[in-house]
């Protein structure tokens, strides 16, 4: 009996072994059948990673290196790539990260593979690469620790996209000043009757501060002190908490409280919001043919204002390489390929705003501009540009649960159940542990 | 004697008499019972290679990560892998002391339960009374009903997305309708417990009436045949004798929604996240933002071993409650 029952366990742990051994040489560390050079890319499901994926059949014939894309949507992608970084895994060899939100806690982890060795090393990056082609401020944002975490694929920053026909129905102009903006709302608010929403923004607390930033910095307030202490203290910060949640609470839709770009993009589409207070990069989800019920009747404008000057958003994403990557070499092929000036004119030219200064003065470019709409968004993505503040909020380690803070107190204004001095005070004693020394953990 | 009397006397025997397998001898057990037997050990020693896969999978599926959560919990773990300084007890010292989101957290997952199951078991009943009668087409309405359980939870969470929508939502046409206003059911905090409770209790109480419809059908016909010609109603039947039949089944029923329920998290993600302003936020919730957003392992660990100690109570308790009324 017993020799029966070591040898029938001897032959299943044989043929485990062997089936994980053969799983392993399929598949193993991403390379593919007959020894190709292989390269894995996890991608968050954007506008980006749409316009990009239809080349890579071309980066595959080049380089002889064959691309293997998964692509998830925004929560599902960010686990995905956390999960695998966390485990070390050299399963991934790029990823999109956008180190405004996870580049320092990612940098603190050692996550990131610094490519400053790839840009800087001919063999590897040619002349005719452009390095230097990239806007100073993005590329910035893309240095931690002075190390480069990753390359700038776009640049987009929170607007106000708007009805023309209705802002002329109502005899109302583009507001020049936040106060002008508040009025402007309380005046659709009462002509429309309450059928159409005077603005759509968001009120999700993760999402809230990429568009309450402008808000607060255009009350003449950066998000630190120089002393590196939270300025929601400052009785700007109170009246930016104020407009904020004056206009997106008391003139956006009811529950906003849950809403973000989706749901902004799809009532604004539908005709049912006068304004929408998001990112340049919804330009493609509310002019999509088919889809959209407002189609030649939008206009974009920079969030206006305050009594601290104008002082935009601009926010970016990149691609990154994985410290745990098991084809560097092809990854640095893949990143340079996708941020090359050349691709970067095919991107553009789909609609994704390049980070490249040069792609923007393209006369194939300019040629794309050929409505109003397309006019003033350039236009309004400039100024973004070359003012804009990098920081989407007060920059620690911990930066989902700093947006959480702001998020979640703005929100208590909106729901009518704090005041925004209360809101304010609230933040700044959240804020402190997680700004102070170096971040917190 | 009167009928109620009767009716209650009968139940009682019927309880004495003819027990459920397994319960009078699990009573009866005499002293020794569960302590180390040599001689058994011996006789059944061969079985211990048959039984070793169950044993290894459970200790990788099971032991393991709880272990891995304990040490997780007593250490500050870094976001590089390694497992960090000992923190001790500091994490729970944390969360009981210092961290109302905590209790929050708790507070919600207790209403979502205990409002969610008492709903679902009742309309259960009455919905599992209505599929164990025999009527035509009885098949094809119970596997109509059990559509909502097989769904998705996210397809779920989706579909009612849209009929929660302020704008489109088919619910506040319906409350608006009524004269009841038009809540923004997610988008405000009174309301969005009782909007998942909803939800909840429209998934899972098919669920529970299949159980329940099942265990109307296999009841014993002769004491409730008795109850009615001693006289007593239909309500009476049902309540003093079917239901105290029925009353293990019911048990296992709660039981498995119970553990269920404690872990509210899917619908919620999909929906609002734990918003607005955390009055959504169950302890599953709370501990998958403080691990997979905040990157705070130890304390996310923390907070799950809660959890598991919350739902090792409440069955725990459920299963003593079970055995205590089959002894008796």
């Not at chain 1, 060795?117 to 690469?129: E, H, M, Q």
């Amino acid at each position: 009996m017993r020799p029966r029952i070591i040898a029938g366990y001897t032959a299943v742990l044989l043929t485990t072994a062997s089936l994980a051994a053969c799983g392993a040489g399929a598949g193993g560390a991403g390379t593919a059948a007959g020894g190709a050079k292989t390269v894995n890319a996890v991608l968050e499901n954007q506008p980006f990673t749409r316009a990009l994926t239809p080349y890579i059949p071309e980066f595959e014939k080049q380089t002889g290196i064959t691309v293997n894309v998964q692509t998830y949507s925004e929560q599902q992608s960010r686990q995905k790539i956390l999960v695998t970084l966390q485990s070390h895994s050299p399963a991934m060899d790029v990823f999109m990260s956008l180190p405004s939100l996870e580049g320092k806690e990612y940098a603190k982890a050692g996550y990131y593979q610094p490519l400053d060795s790839y840009v800087s090393n001919p063999k590897l990056t040619p002349a005719s690469y452009q390095f230097s082609g990239f806007s100073k401020p993005l590329l910035d944002s893309e240095r931690i620790g002075g190390h480069l975490i990753g390359i700038p694929i776009n640049v987009e920053g929170p607007v106000i996209f708007y009805r023309t026909d209705l802002f002329r129905q109502y005899g109302i102009s583009v507001p020049r000043t936040l106060s002008q903006l508040l009025a402007d709302a309380k005046i659709i608010k009462a002509k429309s009757g309450g059928k159409i929403y005077p603005i759509a923004g968001r009120g999700l607390d993760s999402a809230l501060p990429y568009t309450f930033g402008p808000f607060f910095h255009n009350e003449g307030l950066q998000w630190l002190s120089s002393s590196g202490q939270p300025n929601f203290d400052k009785p700007g910060a109170v009246q930016a908490i104020s407009t904020y949640a004056t206009l997106v609470g008391k003139y956006g839709p009811p529950g906003v409280v849950n809403n973000s770009f989706t749901q902004s993009s799809a009532l604004f589409a539908q005709g049912k919001a006068a304004m929408e207070l998001d990112s340049t990069n919804e330009i493609s989800s509310i002019t999509a043919p088919g889809s959209s019920q407002v189609l030649g009747k939008i206009g974009v404008f920079n969030i206006p204002a305050g009594p601290g000057g104008s002082h935009p958003t601009v926010l970016n994403w990149g691609l990154s390489m994985s410290r745990y990557a098991a084809h560097k070499k092809e990854a640095w092929e893949f990143i340079k390929w996708a941020t090359s000036p050349q691709m970067q004119l095919k991107l553009a030219l789909k609609g994704i705003a390049s980070p490249r200064i040069a792609v923007s003065k393209n006369p194939k470019y300019q040629a794309t501009l050929n409505t109003p709409l397309r006019k003033q968004w350039q236009q309004v993505l400039n100024v973004i540009i070359a003012t804009g503040n990098p920081q989407v909020g007060p920059p620690a380690v911990n930066e989902p649960e700093v947006r959480k803070v702001i998020g979640d107190a703005v929100d208590q204004v909106m729901l009518g159940e704090e005041s925004a001095a209360k809101a304010a005070a609230q933040i700044q004693q959240g804020l402190r542990p997680l700004v102070g020394t170096g971040g917190g953990a | 004697m009167s009928a109620q009397a009767a009716v209650h006397d009968m139940s009682s025997a019927q309880t004495v008499l003819a027990p459920r397998a397994g319960t009078a001898e699990r009573g009866r057990a005499g002293p020794g019972k569960g302590r180390w037997d040599r001689n058994k050990w011996r006789r059944n020693k061969g079985a211990l290679p048959l039984l070793a896969p169950a044993i290894v999978l459970t200790a990788a599926l099971i032991i393991f990560p709880i272990a891995y959560a304990i040490v997780l919990s007593v250490t500050n773990w870094q976001p590089s892998g390694t497992l960090g300084s000992f923190a001790g007890l500091s994490h729970y010292a944390h969360m009981l002391a210092h961290d109302p989101l905590f209790w929050d957290s708790l507070r919600i997952t207790l209403i979502l339960y205990i409002c969610c199951l008492v709903a679902q078991t009742l309309l259960g009943l009455a919905l599992g009374y209505l599929l164990s009668l025999d009527v035509p087409g009885r098949s094809i309405f119970q596997a109509l009903i059990l559509v909502p359980s097989i769904i998705a939870s996210v397809a779920v969470g989706l579909m009612w997305l849209l009929i929660y929508d302020p704008t489109i939502g088919v619910a506040d046409w319906i409350t608006g309708g009524l004269g009841l206003g038009r809540p923004a059911w997610l988008g405000d905090p009174h309301t969005v417990v009782w909007a998942f409770v909803l939800l909840d209790t429209w998934e899972w109480t098919p669920f529970m009436a299949l159980i329940f419809a099942a265990g109307i059908r296999s009841l014993p016909r002769e004491p409730l045949e008795a109850a009615r010609t001693d006289g007593a109603g239909p309500w009476q039947t049902a309540w003093r004798v079917g239901l105290p039949l029925l009353r293990p089944i019911i048990v296992i029923a709660v039981l498995l929604r119970s553990v269920d329920l404690i872990r509210f998290f899917d619908t919620i993600y999909v929906m609002t996240q734990g918003g607005p302003v955390n009055s959504s936020t169950t302890l599953n919730i709370y501990g998958y933002r403080i691990g997979f957003t905040d990157l705070n392992m130890s304390y996310a660990a923390t907070l799950q071993i809660a959890l598991l100690i919350l739902v090792i109570v409440i069955a725990g308790g459920i299963t003593w409650l079970r055995r205590r009324s089959q002894v008796e």
